[in-house]
C-alpha cells in the first residue's frame, strides 16, 4: 500500500517540479505576492498632501500651520490666496487637506475667544479621510493646550486639572498595519496554492485520459487520493515555512507563539484546502473550469475570514455566516501566534473546530471523488 502511494507521490513531484511555470507558482508567485502585501498595503498614512489657505496670516496662523508640516504626517505643498485654487487642488487630487485661516484667527486668540480653524478633506476615500481628521485633532489638541498653559502662567494662575491618557498598545505596540497582514498573505497564499494545485491536478488527469489507465490499475482509490494529496500538503507546509522566514528578516513580524503550534494548525487546515480542492476537481471537467471554481470559492471566503474587513463590524447574519468558512479559524490562529503569543489553552476551540471541519470536507470529498471513479 505505502509503496503505491509513494510512486504515486513521486509521480506528482516529477510532473510538478520539472515544469518552470509551476515551479514559479509554487515557490516565486507567494514571494511576490507576499512583498506586494507587505509594501504596499499599507494603512500607516504619512507625508499627506496639504495645501495651507492662510487668510489671516499672522504669527500665530504661520505657527499652528507649522505644526502640522512639522508633524510628519503632513507636506505641505501649496499655499493659496484664493477659493478658487482650494477648489482646484481638491478636484484634480493635488492635496487631501486644506489647512484654512479664516480672517480674525490670531485677533481671537488673544482677545481669549474661542478660534476657529476650517480642516477641508478629501472624502473620497473614508480611511484616509478619518485618519486625517485624527492626526488633525491631535496637532490643534496639543497647540490649545499650549495657549491654554501659557495663559495661566502669565496671569499667575494655576493651569487646570487635566485627564493624562497614558495609551498602550498591546500586540502591535507601534501599529504597524503590514504586522496586522501579513499573517493573512500566509492564509491566503496557502489557500490559492493548495486549492489550485490539488484541483488541476486531477482534472488534468481527466483531460489526458491517464484517469482511466489510473482506474485499471491495482491502485485502490484511498492510495490514489492520498498520493495526490500528500505532494501538495507538503508543497503547503513549505510555502508556510518560506513565507514566514521571509516575513520574519523583511518586516520584522514577532513570531510570539509557538512554530510547533504553527504547523501543527497548518497540517489542520490543509484537511480543509485540500479537501475542498478535490472537491472542486470533481465538479470540473476541465482546467479552466477548476481554476474559474476555485476564485469563485476564495473570493467570498477571503471576503468572510477577516483578513481585510473585521467580522465584528459585519451585519449580524453575514457574522453567523462566518462560522461555517474555515478561513476564519486560521486566520484567528495565525494572528494569536504571531502577533499575541498565544498558545493552546486559548487555540484550541480554534484547533478543534478546523480538525473536525476539515476531516467532514475531507472525508466527503474523498467519497465524491471515489464515486466520480467507479
Given at each position: 500500500m505505502f509503496e503505491r502511494i509513494i510512486t504515486i507521490m513521486r509521480k506528482e513531484f516529477i510532473l510538478i517540479l520539472r515544469d518552470p511555470r509551476m515551479r514559479g507558482i509554487i515557490f516565486v508567485a507567494p514571494v511576490v505576492q507576499l512583498l506586494l502585501f507587505g509594501y504596499a498595503a499599507n494603512m500607516d498614512i504619512k507625508n499627506i498632501p496639504a495645501a495651507v489657505y492662510d487668510l489671516d496670516n499672522t504669527p500665530q496662523s504661520r505657527e499652528l500651520a507649522r505644526k502640522f508640516s512639522d508633524s510628519g504626517y503632513f507636506r505641505v505643498l501649496y499655499r493659496?490666496?484664493?477659493?478658487?485654487?482650494?477648489?482646484?487642488?481638491?478636484?484634480?487630487?493635488?492635496?487631501?487637506?486644506?489647512?484654512?485661516?479664516?480672517?480674525?484667527?490670531?485677533?481671537?486668540?488673544?482677545?481669549?475667544?474661542?478660534?476657529?480653524?476650517?480642516?477641508l478633506i478629501d472624502g473620497t476615500d473614508s480611511n484616509t479621510a478619518s485618519v486625517i481628521l485624527s492626526y488633525s485633532n491631535n496637532i490643534v489638541s496639543v497647540y490649545s493646550s499650549k495657549i491654554l498653559a501659557e495663559r495661566f502662567v502669565s496671569?499667575?494662575?494655576?493651569?487646570?486639572?487635566?485627564?493624562?491618557?497614558?495609551?498602550?498598545?498591546?500586540?502591535?505596540?507601534?501599529?504597524?498595519?503590514?504586522?496586522?497582514?501579513?499573517?493573512?498573505?500566509?492564509?491566503?497564499?496557502i489557500t490559492v496554492t493548495t486549492l489550485l494545485l490539488t484541483a488541476m491536478a486531477i482534472v488534468r488527469e481527466?483531460?489526458?485520459?491517464t484517469i482511466e489507465q489510473l482506474m485499471v490499475s491495482p491502485i485502490r482509490p484511498q492510495e490514489l487520493i492520498l498520493g495526490k494529496l500528500l505532494p501538495f500538503g507538503i508543497i503547503g507546509v513549505i510555502d508556510v515555512f518560506l513565507i514566514t522566514v521571509i516575513g520574519v528578516l523583511l518586516f520584522q513580524l514577532p513570531v510570539r507563539g509557538s512554530l510547533f503550534l504553527l504547523f501543527g494548525a497548518t497540517l489542520a487546515y490543509l484537511l480543509t484546502s485540500l479537501g475542498i480542492g478535490l472537491f472542486i476537481s470533481t465538479i470540473s471537467a476541465t482546467q479552466q473550469e477548476a481554476m474559474l471554481s476555485t476564485f469563485l470559492f476564495l473570493f467570498p471566503a477571503n471576503m468572510l475570514s477577516g483578513f481585510m474587513f473585521p467580522i465584528q463590524n459585519m451585519p449580524q447574519l453575514i457574522q453567523y455566516a462566518t462560522y461555517l468558512n474555515p478561513l476564519r479559524y486560521f486566520m484567528e490562529i495565525l494572528r494569536g501566534i504571531f502577533l499575541k503569543g498565544v498558545g493552546l489553552d486559548i487555540l484550541w476551540p480554534n484547533m478543534l473546530i478546523l480538525t473536525v471541519m476539515g476531516m467532514m470536507i475531507l472525508g466527503m470529498s474523498s467519497l465524491r471523488f471515489r464515486k466520480r471513479l467507479g
Open positions: 493659496i490666496g484664493d477659493d478658487r485654487a482650494q477648489r482646484s487642488l481638491l478636484d484634480r487630487g493635488r492635496v487631501n487637506a486644506v489647512i484654512r485661516f479664516n480672517r480674525g484667527f490670531a485677533q481671537d486668540l488673544l482677545a481669549k475667544r474661542p478660534a476657529k480653524l476650517q480642516l496671569s499667575g494662575a494655576k493651569p487646570p486639572a487635566e485627564v493624562d491618557l497614558r495609551q498602550r498598545a498591546w500586540f502591535n505596540e507601534n501599529l504597524v498595519s503590514c504586522l496586522y497582514y501579513i499573517p493573512g498573505v500566509i492564509l491566503l497564499l481527466k483531460e489526458s485520459g
